[in-house]
């Protein structure tokens, strides 16, 4: 019998949905990722006699392991992760050290970003991303005064996160570097920080940026290359030059996918760095769109949830959207600048297209937490509905600040 009543109050309780436009754009952008990575990657295969499909075959590996990531980060509470959030930042730590430790990590083309796992490598800086934005998320629900008010309540943050770059561009890994710090000066302006104080913390990161960049010959290169790539199109300038040529040669509607001539051996890392300037040759300015606007969508949503999120009590839910909104939006930019020749080369794929393991898998644990986080949103906002129409035999759930499983300050 109280089996029964307890079936009963969690039928008529608040329920929660993930929010659907976001779900079509991110499977939108995976399955563009999947017919990508297949036409660009075949001569690539081909040329080192791997078997035409061999990229293929591991990009569909990672994506479904991606997608049962995915499918727990969605069943998994927030406060789950909100309460752990220091481990996770020391997990972080550990696994950024680890890179340095000689037989577990590995140097390729003269960077040490990837771990050693014997059956298959791994870069650790795809998940600390995600642990950067829980790990902000958690701190901005603590400090929630200190950050409107006090310019040291930005510090500890700002210095997580500086300790992060530093990190990284031992490695070196500048282009995630500066990624990290955009993205969590960002949510703490979204957090309610005053502009002037972020300002003021950030210019000791940006001046270390800047001096890492001056003082490395290959970086200074590269942020000068890209300004007249056609002065030296053979050597420094010589991806951007190929990924000009291939966007120009798609004009409106593309050459006709798997037409491409640039990914011919031309166009370096066609199917990881570069393959938007693939996109664009093949399936020409409406592919750009196409592919633009699932981005803007699933970035659009993830914003539009985090304020409700915010405005619901549901803070830790809203700054974790923010973050990996964020985090999705300003990949997207780099990525697409880079090809463009509107950036300099950073060496960061487009999510969620691009063939890459760590990249695809833990991009889409990303996402599963960010529907998570729509689910918990709309359960919150479906309580309050609840409290509204019927308040004196509202569920103990209906308090929108206790709504996702946590009380918010």
């Known amino acids: 019998m109280l089996l029964d009543t307890t079936q009963a109050k969690r039928r008529q309780g608040p329920r929660g949905s993930f929010d659907m436009p ?19 990657s075949i001569a690539v295969a081909d040329s080192q006699h791997i078997g035409a499909f061999y990229f293929l075959k591991k990009h569909l590996l990672f994506l479904s392991l ?69 790990y902000t998320a958690s701190y901005l629900i603590r400090h929630r005064e200190s950050v409107e008010t006090s310019f040291w309540g930005l510090f500890k943050p700002i210095m997580v996160a500086g300790m992060f770059v530093v990190l990284l561009l031992l490695q070196p890994d500048f282009g995630s570097a500066t ?44 942020l000068t290359s890209f300004i007249d790539p056609w002065a030296d199109p053979f050597n420094d300038g010589f991806q951007l030059t190929q990924s000009l040529m291939a966007i120009g040669r798609g004009e409106w509607t ?18 990881t760095d570069f393959i938007f300037a693939v996109i664009s040759e093949e399936l020409g300015l409406a592919g750009i769109l196409l592919v633009m ?33 964020l985090m999705l939006a300003m990949q997207t930019m780099v990525s697409i600048g880079v090809n463009l020749g509107a950036l300099p080369t950073k060496g960061l794929t487009l999510p969620l297209i ?34 509204a129409r019927n308040p004196v035999n509202a569920v103990p759930d209906a308090n929108p600040a206790v709504a996702g499983g946590m009380v918010t300050p």
């Open 66 to 134: 991606g997608m049962v990531l995915a499918g727990i980060a969605m069943r998994t509470e927030l406060k789950l992760l909100e309460k752990h959030a220091y481990l996770l930042l020391g997990g972080a730590v550990l696994l950024l050290l680890m890179v340095f430790v000689p037989g577990i990590g590995m140097r390729i083309n003269g960077a040490r970003r990837w771990l050693n796992f014997l059956i298959t490598s791994f870069q650790p800086v795809e998940a600390v991303k995600l642990i950067m934005v829980v």
């Open 179 to 222: 990624l990290m710090i955009a993205v969590t000066i960002g949510m703490i302006w979204l957090g309610g920080a005053k502009p002037v104080y972020l300002g003021l913390m950030g210019l000791p990161v940006v001046a270390l940026l800047w001096f890492v960049a001056k003082f490395e010959p290959y970086r200074m290169r590269r």
């Open 293 to 325: 606007g699932l981005f803007a969508l699933a970035v659009g949503r993830g914003l539009y949830m985090g304020l409700k999120g915010v405005e619901m009590g549901q803070r830790f839910a809203g700054y974790v959207a923010f973050g990996i909104s």
């Open 254 to 271: 593309g050459v006709g996918l798997g037409s491409s001539v640039l990914k011919l051996s031309y166009l370096p890392e066609a199917h």
């Open 354 to 387: 691009s063939y890459g393991g760590s990249s695809i898998v833990l991009t889409c644990a990303m996402a599963g937490v960010l529907l998570r986080t729509t689910y918990e949103i709309n359960r919150a906002m479906d309580a309050r509905q609840m409290a």
């Open 22 to 40: 976001l779900v079509v754009a991110l499977v939108g952008l995976a399955s563009i990722g999947v017919v990508m990575v297949t036409s660009s």
